[in-house]
C-alpha cells in the first residue's frame, strides 16, 4: 500500500504554486516591474519571500512582456562569488526563450569562465580590477532584454549579504542605474534591518533607490481557505473550532503555519476530522520538531533578553508590573528590545513587541506562569 504524503510542504522554499493569498503584493510587484522601478521587499526568514519570488517568475511565463531572473546572494563574501551567483542564475535557467537570450550573451562576459554551464571566474592579471567581472555580469540583463525585446526583472534574493562585500553596492549601483529603459530590479531580503540600512543609510550608493514592501503574515482567511483545501484533497477535515485556534495559534506565520498544518493531518487517517485534541497534540508535535532550534535561541539571549522575550510573548509591556516582578530595569528591557528586534526575534505590532515566530513565543510561555 502506498504511503500519503502530507500535502503540507515544511522544508525549504514551497513551490511556487503553493502562495497562500499574497494576491495584491504580486500584483504590485509586477506592476512596479514593468514599469521600470526598483523595489525593495523585506520579510523576517520563513516568510515565503523565495516563494514570492518564484511565482513572480512562473506568472511570467510565456509572457511577451517580461522575463523573470532569480539571483541567490545568500552567503556571499566578494565580488567574484557575486558575479559567479549572476552568471549561475542566468546559466542555469529552465528551457525557453529567456535560457536562448542568456546563452547568446554569457559566454562573452568579460572576466568570466562559462563551460557546460559551470561558471567561473577568469584568470586575471595580479594588478587588474577586482571589480571587473562583476562589472561585466551586471550587464547581462540590459543585452538579454535586447535580445529578448522585452523587459527583464532580476531579483536579487537574499541581498543582505552584500553589505558583507565591499564595494558591492556602489558598483551594483554603478551599473544598473543605467538599467531603467529595459531592466527592473526587486532586491528580496530576510535581514530585515541590514536590507533596510542599505537603502536607508545615505552613505550607501543605493540610499532612496527603492520603493519598499514589506512582507505579512498570511491573511487568516486565506490561510484558512488553503488548509481546509489542502485537507479535503487528501480526504480529512478540521473543525470550525480547531481551525480558530489554528489561526490563532500559528499567527499567519507562513513556515510555522504549514508546520502545525503537517502534524495535525498526521495526527489523523483519511476521513477523520482534526478536533482541538488532535491540534494540541499537533502543536505538541511542532515544538518538539523545534527543541533543537528553540534551545540553542535562547541559549544565546542574555538574561536581560530571555526576560524580555518572555514578556514579549505573553504580552507584557516591557515596563511596569510584570517587567518589575522578573526585576528588570526599564534601561535593561530598551537595550534587550533593541537587540532582539535587530535579530528579528521581535517585532513591533501596533507599538508593542510581539515575537515574529508565534511557536518560538508558545516555547517561552512554557519556560514559566505570566509574570
Known amino acids: ?35 521600470g522601478r526598483f523595489v525593495l521587499l523585506t520579510a ?7 516563494t514570492l519570488d518564484r511565482r513572480l517568475a512562473a506568472d511570467t511565463e510565456g509572457s511577451r512582456e517580461l522575463a523573470v531572473v532569480i539571483v541567490d546572494l545568500l ?22 526563450a529567456l535560457a536562448k537570450a542568456a546563452a547568446k550573451v554569457l559566454p562573452f562576459v568579460s572576466g568570466l569562465d562559462v563551460a557546460g554551464g559551470v561558471v567561473n571566474v577568469a584568470l586575471r592579471p595580479p594588478a587588474a580590477s577586482d571589480a571587473r567581472a562583476l562589472e561585466a555580469v551586471l550587464d547581462v540583463p540590459r543585452a538579454v532584454a535586447e535580445r529578448l525585446d522585452r523587459r527583464v526583472l532580476v531579483v536579487l534574493d537574499e541581498f543582505q549579504a552584500i553589505a558583507e562585500v565591499e564595494r558591492a553596492d556602489a558598483i551594483i549601483r554603478s551599473q544598473i542605474q543605467h538599467h531603467a529603459e529595459s531592466v527592473s530590479y526587486l532586491f528580496a531580503g530576510s535581514d530585515q534591518s541590514v536590507t533596510e540600512m542599505l537603502f536607508a543609510d545615505r552613505s550607501r550608493p543605493l540610499y532612496g533607490q527603492a520603493e519598499r514592501f514589506h512582507l505579512g503574515p498570511f491573511d487568516p482567511d486565506a490561510l484558512a481557505a488553503y ?41 489523523v487517517d ?6 482541538l485534541a488532535e491540534l ?3 502543536v505538541e508535535e511542532a515544538l518538539e520538531r523545534c527543541r533543537e532550534e528553540f534551545s540553542s535561541t535562547v541559549g544565546f539571549l542574555t538574561d536581560a533578553q530571555a526576560r524580555v522575550a518572555r514578556l514579549a510573548a505573553w504580552g507584557e509591556p516591557l515596563t511596569g508590573a510584570a517587567a518589575g516582578r522578573l526585576r528588570l530595569s ?25 515575537h515574529v515566530d508565534p511557536l518560538l513565543a508558545e516555547w517561552f510561555r512554557r519556560i514559566g506562569p505570566r509574570p
Open 1 to 35: 500500500m502506498r504511503t500519503q504524503a502530507s500535502p503540507f510542504i515544511v522544508t525549504g522554499p514551497a513551490p511556487a504554486q503553493e502562495v497562500v493569498g499574497r494576491h495584491d503584493v504580486l500584483a504590485a510587484l509586477a506592476d512596479r516591474a514593468a514599469r
Open 44 to 50: 523576517p526568514r520563513r516568510y515565503g519571500k523565495t
Open 75 to 96: 552567503g556571499v563574501q566578494t565580488l567574484d562569488d557575486v558575479a559567479v551567483r549572476m552568471g549561475h542564475a542566468w546559466s542555469r535557467l529552465p528551457a525557453g
Open 227 to 267: 488548509v481546509e483545501a489542502r485537507l479535503a484533497d487528501s480526504g480529512r477535515s478540521i473543525t470550525p473550532a480547531a481551525l480558530r485556534r489554528y489561526l490563532e495559534l500559528t499567527g499567519g506565520h507562513p513556515q510555522r503555519a504549514m508546520l502545525v498544518a503537517d502534524a495535525a493531518w498526521a495526527t
Open 270 to 275: 483519511d476521513g477523520d476530522t482534526i478536533d
Open 280 to 282: 494540541a497534540g499537533a
Open 330 to 354: 526599564s534601561g535593561s528591557a530598551r537595550a534587550a528590545a533593541a537587540t532582539l528586534l535587530e535579530r528579528g526575534i521581535l517585532a513591533r505590532v501596533e507599538r508593542r513587541h510581539a
